[in-house]
């Protein structure tokens, strides 16, 4: 079963509008983490924010912001007035108690910002 | 600082072949994963090793071997290579296991088996 599906394959908007990607987990874990990485075109992952199952408190950083709703088991990443060095893979990833905290990937969201 | 490096950066090989590919992490993270990424797909989890030993294994077969080195330093090996394996391979270093601190990730060793 998948345990972390990122139903959006490639997303492309125009620059300055805001989008969001979505990513929805599975766990029966209660101890668990969640990740979002980037990877632009050179390949190399960024690392851009973990959350742990006991915070649900949203976060902001700059133009970047994350949902994170344990009801709907989802932790969706918003990016505000987008630009075009945005344009990367974006990856959302799980790490369970119960799994060695192994990191579990979702498939990928490609996010094309066109100028 | 340096980040996580790896090499080679690109390699070709012929089906039955064996690889060797090298990482280094940061200068005092003791923990290094390694993960291979089909294009298109999201990273697979093939080994952790923390303080030298194995601390997890992802679902690879026996063919792909790896091991950690006294100054943390890493390699992993493929045996009998199949037109399967030609991945990005990434290795991704943290201070200590993960997941209390984040990974950092290498650009990778992009292999091509022909």
């Known amino acids: 079963a998948q345990k972390v599906t990122q139903a959006q394959t490639e997303i492309s908007v125009v620059e300055k509008e805001d989008v969001t990607l979505d990513c929805v987990y599975e766990?029966?874990?209660?101890?668990?983490?969640l990740f979002w990485y980037k990877q632009p075109p050179s390949g190399e992952l960024v690392f851009l924010i973990r959350?742990?199952?006991?915070d649900e408190q949203n976060e902001i950083s700059g133009r970047y912001s994350w949902n994170f709703q344990k009801s709907t088991s989802s932790f969706n990443f918003t990016i505000t007035a987008s630009q075009v060095v945005d344009s990367a893979v974006y990856f959302c990833?799980?790490?369970?108690?119960?799994?060695?905290?192994?990191?579990?990937w979702g498939a990928g969201t490609k996010l094309i910002i066109k100028p | 600082d340096a980040g996580v490096t790896q090499s080679p950066t690109h390699l070709i090989k012929t089906r039955g072949q064996h690889v060797t590919l090298r990482c280094s992490p940061i200068?005092?993270?003791?923990?290094v994963s390694w993960y291979q990424q089909v294009l298109g797909q999201g990273p697979q989890f093939i080994f952790q090793?923390?303080?030298?030993?194995?601390?997890g294994r992802g679902n690879f077969p026996d063919r792909f071997s790896a091991r950690q080195f006294p100054n943390y330093s890493s390699e992993l090996n493929v045996n009998a290579l199949l037109l399967g394996d030609s991945a990005l391979y990434l290795c991704?270093?943290?201070?200590?296991?993960?997941?209390?601190?984040?990974?950092?990730f290498g650009p990778g060793t992009r292999l091509t088996v022909l």
């Open positions: 991704a270093s943290s201070l200590v296991r993960v997941p209390y601190n984040e990974q950092f």
């Open positions: 200068s005092g993270h003791k923990s």
């Open positions: 090793y923390y303080e030298k030993e194995e601390r």
């Open positions: 766990t029966r874990d209660t101890t668990y983490y």
């Open positions: 959350r742990n199952s006991f």
């Open positions: 990833a799980l790490s369970e108690a119960n799994s060695n905290y192994q990191l579990i």
